[in-house]
């Protein structure tokens, strides 16, 4: 019963905090002037990658699962994936523009 409703909980926090990022994104792109319809996913993957990490170093501590596995991310793992996220949201603009 407590996977369950971790799992319930996974889905509901990638579903309204990437639904939240997501939008927020999308205005940000918008106000610029780059069309997100064409290259969305990789926003997307940026966001997902980043609710990963955020749930691995901090929310899977509070939720009801008691099993085994609960480790946060190495540091080294942490840096890379953030910065990955970051730079594939930097690079949107620039692959939108050039594929245009």
Do not use: C, H
Not at 7 to 23: D, K, N, P, Q, S
Not at 32 to 47: C, E, P, S, T
Not at 54 to 61: E, G, I
């Amino acid at each position: 019963m407590r996977v369950t409703l971790e799992l319930i909980r996974i889905i509901l926090i990638i579903g309204i905090i990437g639904a939240i990022l997501g939008a927020f994104i999308q205005t940000v792109y918008f106000s610029i002037g780059v069309n997100v319809d064409r290259f969305g996913w990789i926003a997307f993957l940026a966001i997902i990658i980043l609710l990963f990490v955020l749930y691995r170093n901090k929310l899977q501590f509070g939720g009801w699962y008691n099993g085994k596995g609960k480790v946060k991310l190495s540091k080294k793992v942490t840096n890379f994936l953030v910065f990955f996220a970051t730079s594939l949201l930097i690079i949107l603009p620039f692959v939108s523009y050039y594929f245009q």
